[in-house]
């Protein structure tokens, strides 16, 4: 059986370096065999690519595909705190709030972006528990924001 980072080469994604925190706290905290990540956004090389409410000025493609650039920034962050990702024995819950437009109901689709990439990656360990969350705006308009906790070694 691969690792997750052999299945993340096999995949052609490189792990990014952790997004640093942009006010007071910290990329994951761990309490026992648990490891907390904070909310993770579509951050890529320091910038955002996209902005703006999903199914308004973002469609729910896209916000899918920005859902999993969230939860590849979880992963690095996971990985920072544990060192190798061999040491996962699950993703337990994931969590991800959509910037949704008013009419808006397919949150749980978007967040399929992050919950995808994490079975891609961790297999079996990568299913999880999950809320998907609409909410009115998210820290610098960004469409989507993902959070996990996971089980450790």
Do not use: W
Request: proline content about 7%; overall charge negative; charged content about 20%.
């Amino acid at each position: 059986m691969s690792t997750p980072e052999e299945r993340m080469r096999e995949m052609g994604i490189d792990l990014p370096d952790v997004v640093p925190p942009v006010a007071s706290y910290v990329p994951t905290a761990r309490t026992g065999s648990l490891v907390y990540t904070a909310g993770q956004v579509p951050m890529v090389k320091g910038e955002l690519g996209v902005t703006g409410k999903v199914g308004a000025e973002v469609s729910p493609e896209e916000a899918a595909k920005q859902a999993r650039i969230c939860a590849l920034n979880a992963i690095a962050a996971l990985k920072a705190e544990v060192g190798e990702l061999s040491r996962v024995v699950r993703i337990v819950k994931v969590v991800g709030f959509v910037a949704s437009a008013p009419d808006f109901y397919g949150q749980p689709q978007v967040v399929n972006g992050a919950s995808d990439l994490l079975a891609e990656v961790f297999g079996d360990a990568g299913k999880h528990a999950r809320s998907a969350v609409g909410v009115a705006v998210l820290p610098h308009d960004v469409p989507v924001e993902v959070e996990l906790i996971a089980e450790v070694q």
